[in-house]
């Protein structure tokens, strides 16, 4: 996808809705920062909340190719348990009107696509698009 064409879903996607879940995303992070042991969620809502913002031309990848170690893993299923299913739940309902319209069929699409990343947000790293290495896997 050309910078052009992304730079114009990213604004259109701003409007109609990118805004309101990057602010969600980040009052999470602030919530989450509050408190000591969760400020590793902290910083990963920080990341998935400017990703949200302006998704189109990158793209998630793991942080290792190799995949999460049990650390990573164990705090993406408290995660999950706790907040990744309800955020999962308001992408897909969020994604739905966005299907209504020819216009609004790619910002559902990123819609969806930030459904792993916010249910299992640690070991992610976001990158531009044309930046996937091939020791990258896709999230």
Do not use: E, Q
Not at 12 to 30: R, S
Not at 52 to 78: C, K, M, Q, Y
Not at 90 to 97: K, N, S
């Amino acid at each position: 996808m050309n910078s052009m064409v992304s730079s114009i879903l990213n604004v259109i996607w701003l409007v109609f809705g990118g805004l309101w879940l990057a602010l969600g995303y980040f009052l999470a992070g602030i919530i989450c920062c509050l408190l000591i042991i969760t400020i590793p969620f902290g910083i990963a809502s920080f990341r998935i909340g400017v990703y949200a913002l302006w998704p189109f031309g990158r793209t998630i990848v793991d942080r290792s190719p190799r995949g999460a170690g049990p650390i990573t893993t164990v705090g993406n299923v408290i995660w999950v348990l706790v907040a990744g299913i309800w955020i999962a739940i308001g992408h897909v309902l969020t994604a739905i009107p966005m299907f209504v319209s020819i216009i609004g069929i790619p910002l559902g699409i990123a819609n969806l696509k930030l459904i792993p990343v916010s249910l299992m947000p640690l070991g992610k790293v976001i990158v531009p698009s044309r930046a996937v290495l091939p020791t990258y896997r896709h999230a």
